[in-house]
């Protein structure tokens, strides 16, 4: 039995007696006709949730997801300029280092004084009386090396001997010798006997820094 001229029924007329239909309609007691569904598509709300891609169409299958990119290690050329900055700076400290600490070990300056107490002259003197105890030659240096030697030699330059009456002219009296470890250093001499007196005249003390000359002091007893 045919019901129109095409597939959508726009030819069809209902038997009579019977209400008439639309012409996309079916006839009475038959299914209605198949009427295409426009495709799927996702509300624009929920088109691009939490920033993942949007869903396909209705009955097409899920893109593959493409997994995050991986952290890749710094470009060379960051990695050189870092490089080059950190060589700069140790350059230039090197530089400043050598600008600014003295490269050899020299004597700052001399002094006399008759004690020493908590590492400090008591006074600072350049004549001393025949019954001193001690006498001390206090040595500072710019900078500290423990690979360096500095040696103090006493000399009596013009002295008598008042017990003896002994006539002293450039007499050697001691070498004494230390580390450069401190930047002040104590050198002294000290009477062998109670009874002893230093005899009366000027003195000299030469600085010598790894045997090399640096600088000279003088004092006196009276």
């Known amino acids: 039995m045919t019901y129109g001229g095409d597939t959508n029924n726009a ?3 209902p038997p009579p007696g019977q209400p008439p239909q639309p012409p996309s309609g ?9 009427i295409p569904q426009p495709p799927y598509t996702q509300p624009p709300q929920y088109a ?3 920033g993942q891609q949007p869903y396909p169409p ?6 593959p997801q493409q997994p995050p990119p991986k952290a890749g290690n710094p470009p060379l050329r960051i990695i050189l300029i870092v490089c080059g900055i950190i060589i700069g700076l140790l350059c230039v400290g090197v530089l400043v280092a050598r600008n600014t600490l003295p490269r050899t070990v020299e004597v700052s300056s001399i002094s006399f004084t008759h004690d020493v107490q908590n590492k400090k002259p008591v006074d600072d003197v350049t004549t001393f ?4 105890p001690n006498i001390h030659c206090i040595v500072r240096l710019n900078r500290t090396d423990n690979n360096v030697t500095v040696r103090t030699e006493w000399t009596a330059v013009s002295a008598v001997d008042t017990r003896t009456k002994r006539q002293l002219s450039n007499f050697y009296l ?6 450069a470890s401190s930047t002040g250093l104590d050198f002294f001499l000290y009477k062998k006997a109670p009874g002893d ?10 600085i010598y ?3 090399v000359l640096q600088q000279s002091g003088t004092f006196s007893v009276t």
């Open 11 to 13: 030819g069809w007329q």
């Open 26 to 34: 079916a006839p009475p007691g038959m299914p209605p006709a198949y």
């Open 48 to 50: 691009n949730p939490y």
């Open 58 to 63: 209705y009955g097409q299958p899920l893109p």
């Open 129 to 132: 009386r025949t019954t001193d």
């Open 174 to 179: 001691d070498t004494i010798e230390q580390d």
């Open 197 to 206: 007196t230093w005899p009366v005249g000027t003195y000299k003390v030469d």
């Open 209 to 211: 820094v790894n045997n």
